[in-house]
């Protein structure tokens, strides 16, 4: 088990399993978010007081949640690195920054769309929504640092840091509608009475979730093989690999 | 099938939504993959450097 965990911190091994993995994850991807859409579009019953509008969950939760997972991603690899000076933990944490800034855009454009009808406005000055924004402020800062320094190591280090010290605001993202009053509803899937949605709506969205995952481990793979390939750029395994 | 695109009076709101998520999932698809071709180039290209360079 242990020999598997350190295997990961092996630039050529983790290069060949993101070669491997990469149409695997995008097949399983296709097929979670088909499901979702066509279930969640078209089979779903309208909500009884949001009508047809609900249907916009199923691509703002999954982004919602994306979001907050890749950043948290992003600070353990950061601290992976800082900590136990593993290259891989950077590469990681670089290749994930557009992503998870990507899926913060898009839940911030997704619910600014569904706030509309909603709550009368595209935006407000909400605990949830603010602390969102400042989330990709956070993105766009990590991968500002990282290509501000002419040497890439001290970008790596620098951005580590920032993304670490940013991960502070994960928990106030997710406790924000608890903490503070809030337009945002709160929390619909994980409570302690269980999911406050029948099966016919809670399934296509677990499937939009579960495909959202798989996607960003997907394109994670293919970000990675090009964050290890820069790495590794005059390593002997490089060679080889680009030949193959 | 015309109510379906109706979405209840909401079709000004859920099609953007889904259009925007739309293109945020085949951006990322697009850079990934440019960003790999990208750093395969530099990769070839160093290695070309290097042997060319050596003795």
Known sequence: MWTWFYKLASPPHVFGVAVALAPWLFSAAALAIAYGLIAGLAIAPPDYQQGEAFRMIYAHVPSAILSVTVYTVMAVASAVALIWRIKVGHAVAAASAPIGASFTLMTLVTGSLWGRPMWGTYWAWDPRLTSELILLFLYVGVMSLRSAFEDPARGDRAAALLAVVGVVNVPIVHFSVVWWNSLHQGATIVTLEGPKMPGSMLWPLLSMWLGFMLFYGAVLCIRVQAEVLDRERQSAWVREAIKS | ?55
């Open chain 2, 1 to 55: 099938m015309s109510d379906f695109w109706f979405m209840g009076g909401y079709a000004r709101y859920v099609w953007p939504c889904f259009g925007f998520a739309g293109i945020v999932l085949l951006w990322n698809i697009w850079s990934a993959r440019r960003a790999l071709a990208a750093a395969k180039f530099r990769a070839t290209r160093a290695m070309a450097m290097a042997a060319g360079e050596a003795p």
